[in-house]
C-alpha cells in the first residue's frame, strides 16, 4: 500500500505569537507631558512643535516588538517650518475673508478641495518619520482615495440614514492600510463589508430590544424615569465599549502584510475597567491624570495585540530614502482637519 502521510520539512518557518509590550510610565511621561505644557505656554506655542516630537518619541521608543522598539525620527525644526507656513497662511485666509468675502470664499472652497491632498502628505510623512528596527514605514495613495474616503463615502452614509457607514468605514480603514508600507513591502487588508455591518446591526438590535421597553415602562409609569434614565446611561456605555472592542479587534485582526498576520483580543470588561479608571483618576485630579490615563489605554491596547509571524522578521528591505514634507501635517493641524 502506497504511504500517503506528507511531512513537514524541518526547516519550514515557524508562526511565532510576537506580542506588542508597552513599556511606558505614567509618572514618567506626566514629567514628559507637564513641561512640555509648560514650555509651551512660556515660549507661546513656539516650543510645540518640539513638545510633539517628544511626546512621540517617548511612546514610539517605549512600544517594543520581538525585543525591538519602534522610533520616531521627525526633526522638530523641520516641523516648526511647516506650522509656521500653515499659521501665515491661515493669518492671510483670514484677512482675505473679513476684507473681502467672495475672495474668502473661494480661498475656503479651494481649501476644501486640498485637504484630501493634505491628509495624504500628512499620513506620508508620519509613515516616514516612524521606523522599526531602522525600517521605515511609508505611505502612498492617491488624491482620488483620499477624497472619497474624506468626502464620498461618508456623505453616502448620512444621505442612506446610515446605512452605508459601515461601508465608508470600511473604505477608510482600506485606505490607511493598503496604501501603507513598512520599508517596500505592501500591508494588506482583508475584512470584509458584512463585518462592519455585523457591528452596526448588533447596536441597533440591542438597541431596539431595550430601548422600546425601557420607553414604554416610562409612559406607563412615570415615576420610574430615573431608573429609566440609570439604565439608558449603562446600556449607552455598553454600546460604546461594543463598538470600541469591536472595532478595534477587526481592524488589528486583519492587517496582513507578507505571510505576516495580527489578531487582536480586547474585551469589553477590560476595556470598560481601564475607560472607568481613567475617568475617575482624571476627576479627582482636576485632568492632571490624563497623561498617565494615556499611557494605561496605550499599555493595555499593546497587550491585546498579537502578531503571527511567519518566519524572521529581519527580511524586510528597507525603501529607498525620500524626502516627505512636514507642511501637510501642519495644515492639517491649524485647519483642523485629518484622520
Given amino acids: ?123 506620508a510623512f508620519n509613515h516616514r518619520m516612524s521606523a522599526y528596527k531602522n525600517i521605515q514605514f511609508r505611505f502612498s495613495a492617491s488624491y482620488g482615495e483620499s477624497f472619497m474616503v474624506q468626502y464620498i463615502w461618508p456623505l453616502l452614509g448620512m444621505l442612506t440614514l446610515g446605512i452605508l457607514m459601515p461601508l465608508a468605514l470600511q473604505k477608510m480603514h482600506e485606505y490607511l492600510v493598503k496604501n501603507s508600507s513598512y520599508g517596500t513591502t505592501q500591508f494588506d487588508y482583508t475584512a470584509n463589508t458584512k463585518d462592519y455591518f455585523f457591528i452596526v446591526l448588533t447596536v441597533l438590535g440591542v438597541g431596539l430590544m431595550l430601548g422600546l421597553p425601557t420607553w414604554g415602562l416610562i409612559a406607563a409609569v412615570p415615576d420610574l424615569a430615573p431608573l429609566a434614565f440609570l439604565i439608558g446611561v449603562l446600556v449607552y456605555f455598553g454600546i460604546i465599549l461594543f463598538v470600541m472592542s469591536s472595532l478595534i479587534n477587526l481592524f488589528y485582526s486583519n492587517v496582513v502584510i507578507q505571510e505576516h498576520g495580527f489578531s487582536a483580543k480586547v474585551t469589553m470588561a477590560e476595556l470598560a475597567a481601564v475607560l472607568l479608571a481613567n475617568a475617575f483618576f482624571s476627576v479627582i485630579t482636576l485632568g492632571l491624570y490624563a497623561p498617565a490615563a494615556k499611557v494605561r489605554m496605550v499599555r493595555y491596547i499593546s497587550s491585546r495585540i498579537v502578531m503571527d509571524a511567519l518566519g524572521s522578521l529581519d527580511d524586510f528591505s528597507a525603501a529607498e530614502k525620500e524626502n516627505v514634507s512636514a507642511l501637510g501635517e501642519e495644515f492639517g493641524e491649524v485647519f483642523d482637519f485629518g484622520l
Avoid at 525620527?73 to 476684507?99: N, Q, T
Wanted: proline share 5%.
Fill in 1 to 123: 500500500m502506497e504511504d500517503t502521510t506528507t511531512t513537514t520539512p524541518t526547516n519550514a518557518p515557524q508562526v511565532r505569537q510576537l506580542g506588542f509590550e508597552f513599556r511606558g510610565d505614567g509618572t514618567e511621561y506626566f514629567k514628559i507631558w507637564i513641561v512640555n505644557v509648560l514650555l509651551t505656554i512660556v515660549t507661546l506655542g513656539i516650543y510645540s512643535a518640539w513638545a510633539k516630537v517628544r511626546n512621540n518619541r517617548y511612546f514610539y521608543s517605549n512600544l517594543f516588538l520581538d525585543g525591538s522598539n519602534f522610533r520616531y525620527l521627525a526633526d522638530p525644526m523641520a516641523i516648526f517650518k511647516g506650522r509656521v507656513i500653515a499659521i501665515i497662511a491661515l493669518i492671510i485666509y483670514s484677512i482675505v475673508f473679513s476684507v473681502f468675502p467672495p475672495l474668502g470664499i473661494a480661498l475656503g472652497i479651494a481649501l476644501f478641495f486640498a485637504i484630501p491632498y493634505f491628509v495624504n502628505k500628512s499620513l
